[in-house]
C-alpha cells in the first residue's frame, strides 16, 4: 500500500489482517475504504459480498459482548452491523438485548423484524416468538402467553413452559 495506496487487493487483505487480529475499529475503518473504492470502480457484486461478511462479523462480535453482558458493547458492534446490512439474526441478537435493557418497546420490534424474514420451521421462529414473549410479559402484555406458547420449540421449550406456569396461561 505504500507503493499503490490504491491497490484493492491490499487494501482487503489489511482489512482482513484485523478482522483476524479482532481490531474492529481498524477493521471497520479498513473494509470501508474498500467499499469505498469498490464504488468507484462500479463493483456492486464485490460490494454486496463484502458488506455481508463485515454484517456477519460485527453482528458476531456483538453477540459475544451481549453473551458477556457488556451491552453498550454489543450495541456498537449491532449498530456498526447495520451499516453494512440487515438480517433475522441481528434483529434476534438487538431484540434480545433492548429485553436485557427493558427497552421492551425495542424488543418486541426487532424480533417481529426478524420474525418476519424467517421462513423457516416453528422451531427456526421459537426463538423471535421467545423475545416477543419475554418484552410482552415485561410490559405486563397478557399476549405474552400466547408468545410463549409459540415459542415453545427446541431450546426454548423448557423456559417458554416455565413462563407459561408461571404467569398461569391457560
Not at 468507484?40 to 456483538?62: N, P, W
Not at 433492548?98 to 420490534?109: G, R
Not at 423448557?158 to 396461561?169: D, F, H, I, L, V
Request: proline fraction near 2%; aromatic fraction near 12%.
Amino acid at each position: 500500500l505504500a507503493i499503490n495506496p490504491e491497490h484493492l487487493a491490499s487494501i482487503y487483505n489489511k482489512a482482513l489482517t484485523y478482522r483476524k487480529t479482532n481490531n474492529a475499529a481498524k477493521y471497520g475503518e479498513t473494509i470501508d475504504l474498500y467499499i469505498t473504492k469498490l464504488k468507484v470502480a462500479g463493483d456492486t457484486a464485490k460490494i454486496a459480498q463484502v458488506s455481508k461478511s463485515a454484517l456477519e462479523y460485527f453482528r458476531s462480535t456483538g453477540a459475544k459482548a451481549n453473551q458477556a453482558n457488556k451491552l453498550t458493547e454489543a450495541l456498537s458492534n449491532f449498530n456498526t452491523a447495520s451499516n453494512y446490512g440487515t438480517d433475522k439474526d441481528l434483529y434476534y441478537q438487538y431484540a434480545n438485548l433492548y429485553n436485557k435493557q427493558k427497552k421492551y418497546s425495542d424488543a418486541i420490534d426487532n424480533a417481529q423484524k426478524g420474525l418476519a424474514m424467517e421462513t423457516g420451521t416453528p422451531e427456526a421462529k421459537a426463538k423471535f416468538y421467545y423475545e416477543i414473549a419475554v418484552a410482552q410479559a415485561g410490559k405486563g402484555d397478557n399476549g405474552a402467553c400466547e408468545s410463549f406458547k409459540n415459542a415453545m420449540y427446541g431450546p426454548f421449550l423448557q423456559a417458554s413452559k416455565a413462563q407459561r406456569t408461571n404467569m398461569k396461561c391457560p
